[in-house]
C-alpha cells in the first residue's frame, strides 16, 4: 500500500485496518458490484466466524482527500484460503436485493416510467432516476419474477409495442439510489493524465470495440461516469463513460483500470 493510503474495512464483526489485497469491479453490463478482501487470520477466528451474507463494507481513500474516498456495502458471498493464514472473502453489492427481490403485481394504464419507479422501490433502496419513454402501458403483468427481470420483461415490452430500443440502457446503483437509464452517474469528470496518473492506455482498436486505461488508484470511480483521458504519447484528449471499473489494491502497488468504448447497456 502507498503512503497516504486509508483502508477503513469490516467484515462480519471484524475491522480491517490493513490487506494484502482488495479488488472492487463495477459493470455497467452488470446488475451487481463484486469485491475480494483478503483477511488475515492466523488463528483462524475468521475462518471459523464467518458466514454467508454476513455484512461487508469496503473503505479505502487518501487521507485528507474527502473527495478521493470510495465507500462500498455488500454481503458474504463466499470465502477461500488465499494463504494458510489469509481468508479472501468474495462479498456481492447492495444490489443483489435486484435479483433477490420478487414482485406479482398487475398494472393498468399506468405510466411506464411509473411502473418502473414502483418495481424499483419494492427493493427497499432509494430510487434515483428512470430515465425511459413514459409510454401508457394498458395492461401489464409480472408474477413472481425478481425485480431484476421484471425490469427486463418491461423494456421488452417498450421495445414490441412502441419501437423504443434499450440496447444502452444499464439498471444500476449510483451514489443517490438506483438508476435505470442509458445516461450518466452524475459527478465530476475524473482525468486521468500522461505524468499526473495515467500508467497506460490501450485505446479501443475500432468501432464496437474497448479500450483500456489504467491509473493510479482513483477512489470513488465507479462505472458510468465520465473520465477524460489526456494521453501524450497519443498527443489526444478524450472524455468517455467508464463502462467498467476495477480498484485494486495490493502489496505490489494500487491501480485503477477502466474499461470504455463500446457501449453495449445492460447484458
Known amino acids: 500500500m502507498i503512503e497516504g493510503l486509508k483502508i477503513r474495512c469490516k ?5 480491517v485496518l490493513r490487506s494484502p489485497h482488495i479488488s472492487l469491479v463495477s459493470s455497467r453490463q452488470a446488475v451487481v458490484s463484486r469485491a475480494e478482501l483478503d483477511v488475515p487470520d492466523p488463528n483462524g477466528a475468521v475462518w471459523s466466524g464467518l458466514a454467508l451474507g454476513d455484512a461487508v463494507t469496503v473503505r479505502f ?5 474527502s473527495a478521493l474516498w470510495h465507500e462500498w456495502e455488500g454481503t458474504v458471498d463466499g470465502r477461500e484460503r488465499s494463504s494458510p493464514d489469509t481468508v479472501r472473502v468474495r462479498a456481492i453489492g447492495k444490489e443483489l436485493c435486484l435479483l433477490t427481490t420478487h414482485v406479482t403485481e398487475s398494472f393498468y394504464r399506468e ?3 411509473i411502473v418502473a419507479a414502483r418495481l424499483l422501490a419494492r427493493t427497499g433502496l432509494p430510487v434515483a432516476d428512470v430515465d425511459i419513454p413514459d409510454e401508457l402501458l394498458p395492461h401489464q403483468l409480472f408474477s413472481g419474477v425478481t425485480v431484476a427481470r421484471a425490469i427486463k420483461q418491461l423494456s421488452m415490452s417498450l421495445n414490441r409495442s412502441f419501437g423504443h430500443d434499450f440496447s444502452k440502457h444499464a439498471l444500476w446503483l449510483g451514489a443517490d439510489g438506483l438508476r435505470w437509464s442509458d445516461g450518466d452517474e452524475p459527478g465530476d469528470v475524473y482525468t486521468i493524465e500522461t505524468a499526473e496518473n495515467l500508467l497506460s492506455h490501450v485505446p479501443p482498436a475500432g468501432e464496437g470495440s474497448m479500450g483500456v486505461v489504467t491509473s493510479v488508484l482513483l477512489p470513488g470511480l465507479q462505472h458510468s461516469r465520465k473520465i477524460r483521458i489526456r494521453d501524450a504519447r497519443l498527443d489526444e484528449v478524450r472524455t468517455v463513460r467508464a463502462q467498467e471499473v476495477r480498484h485494486e489494491l495490493a502489496v505490489s502497488g494500487n491501480k485503477t483500470t477502466v474499461l470504455y468504448g463500446a457501449d453495449r447497456g445492460w447484458g
Open 11 to 15: 467484515v462480519g464483526g471484524i475491522e
Open 61 to 65: 481513500g487518501y487521507r485528507g482527500e
Open 111 to 113: 405510466p411506464a416510467s
